[in-house]
T-cell receptor, first 116, second 110 residues
Framework: GENVEQHPSTLSVQEGDSAVIKCTYS??????FPWYKQELGKGPQLIID?????GEKKDQRIAVTLNKTAKHFSLHITETQPEDSAVYFC???????????????FGKGTSLLVTP | SAVISQKPSRDICQRGTSLTIQCQVD?????MFWYRQQPGQSLTLIAT?????????ESGFVIDKFPISRPNLTFSTLTVSNMSPEDSSIYLC???????FGPGTRLTVL
């Protein structure tokens, strides 16, 4: 079946440290892996994504790695800041519809707290 | 990138009533999706809204409870019917082209 596991559920780091969130997925057909940041009272915001033909992608302080063989992908945040505090969700694509469209299967989320 | 808006942003409803949530995308998209986020939980896919055909529902969700319309390539509605307190959630729409989400509709059922 389609399943995404996310760890840890909560993560507390000091400002300036790095934070790593890990996810595993079960559907071998998944080929798109986005990460979302959700602040209180807001909708999820896409912060970075990676496709299955790429092993790593970086955008300033945020990076994502993908190991398709092991069905693992991870989010890395360096030089964390208090404004990085939020809930982070990983997701893996699931095929839907007849036009090669896809929806997302989400992990349960990681509540990240960055303390000054 | 597409901008997705939803109406209403929040509502408080009485048990047994229905609420229709609107989702508008500022560009044409092939597929739109509706998700539910129960309090403190992750997002769960409710259904795929197809233009010109009936929506396709995920396991555990049925058309009688969550009827969906998709009259064109930029708009969809989700109705939460015969509501109960267990339906209190954030309802979100997104599209397959950008995977962006709307701001969500926060529904509280008393």
């Amino acid at each position: 079946g389609e399943n995404v596991e996310q760890h840890p559920s909560t993560l507390s780091v000091q400002e300036g440290d790095s934070a790593v969130i890990k996810c595993t997925y079960s559907d071998s057909a998944s080929n798109y892996f986005p990460w979302y940041k959700q602040e209180l009272g807001k909708g999820p915001q896409l912060i970075i994504d990676i496709r299955s033909n790429v092993g790593e992608k970086k955008d300033q302080r945020i990076a994502v790695t993908l190991n398709k063989t092991a069905k693992h992908f991870s989010l890395h945040i360096t030089e964390t800041q208090p404004e990085d505090s939020a809930v982070y969700f990983c997701a893996a694509s699931i095929s839907r519809g007849s036009n090669s469209g896809y929806a997302l299967n989400f992990g349960k989320g990681t509540s990240l707290l960055v303390t000054p | 990138s597409a901008v997705i808006s939803q109406k209403p942003s929040r509502d408080i409803c009485q048990r047994g009533t229905s609420l229709t949530i609107q989702c508008q995308v500022d560009s044409q998209v092939t597929m739109m999706f509706w998700y539910r986020q129960q309090p403190g939980q992750s997002l769960t896919l409710i259904a795929t809204a197809n233009q010109g055909s009936e929506a396709t529902y995920e396991s555990g969700f049925v058309i009688d409870k969550f009827p969906i319309s998709r009259p064109n390539l930029t708009f969809s509605t989700l109705t939460v019917s015969n509501m109960s307190p267990e339906d209190s959630s954030i309802y979100l729409c997104s599209d397959t082209d950008t995977q962006y989400f709307g701001p969500g509709t926060r529904l509280t059922v008393l």
